[in-house]
């Protein structure tokens, strides 16, 4: 079975709109992992926008399953993440004016810089994981910069208005996932996904984790996050392993 890790960036979000203590990220993890999530995801921006410092060395003593930090690749941050010691690291691109991550790493014209970081991460026990778009090039640097797993950005597939766009971003990323594969990287997928277009994936069986944020806590407000994660768990693993 595939994993569903549920990214609670924006259960602080919202805590931080109004400078308060509720809602509390590390309590919204809790509930998620009580409901079945495999694991828990953070990210940590340079502009503290949601996720503190304080919430990471929290959800660090309480997460059972595995604390996935999101992070860029600078110096400050990696001296919390060696500091922390979550139990995956996933490097991302970070622009103070975005209001999500938009789109994959250029692994590939980074890769000396991201291979150091990598080794000293791997160094101290954590694993590391690189988020990038399902691009060949990208899947290969990935690889040679010494990552334990890629993240294959999912986000031009959620967002496609069109069947047959929508089709071809699935088949992009399939074949990114399959040469992951071939390589010896783990494959993990992320960003859009939600109740609606994830189970297109379900035939992929190399995927080991589904992050998944928005659209669970989305739901949540509704109908409470214990069901929204009950409810997208049965979703990646209906009919899994079912070849198109």
Known sequence: ???????????A??????????PDPVAAALI?????????????????????????ELLRRVVKTRLNLEMANTEEIMAIALKVKPDLVTFVPERRQELTTEGGLDVHGQQSSLKKSIQRLQKAGIQVSLFIDADPAQVYASKKAGADFIEIHTGKYAEATEEKS?????ERISQAIRQAHRLGLRVNIGHGLDYQ???LFNSIEEIEDYSIGHSIIARAV?????QAVGEMKNLINKNRGTRR
């Open 1 to 11: 079975m595939a994993r569903l890790s549920v990214n609670v960036d924006h259960v």
């Open 197 to 199: 277009n994830v189970t």
């Open 166 to 170: 929508r089709l071809k971003e699935w």
């Open 32 to 56: 998620a992992e009580l409901a079945g999530a495999e694991g828990i995801i953070v990210h940590l921006r340079e502009d503290r926008r949601h996720i503190q410092e304080r919430d990471l």
């Open 13 to 22: 979000t919202l805590r931080q709109a109004r400078g308060g203590k509720q």
């Open 222 to 226: 509704q109908i409470g996050l214990t």
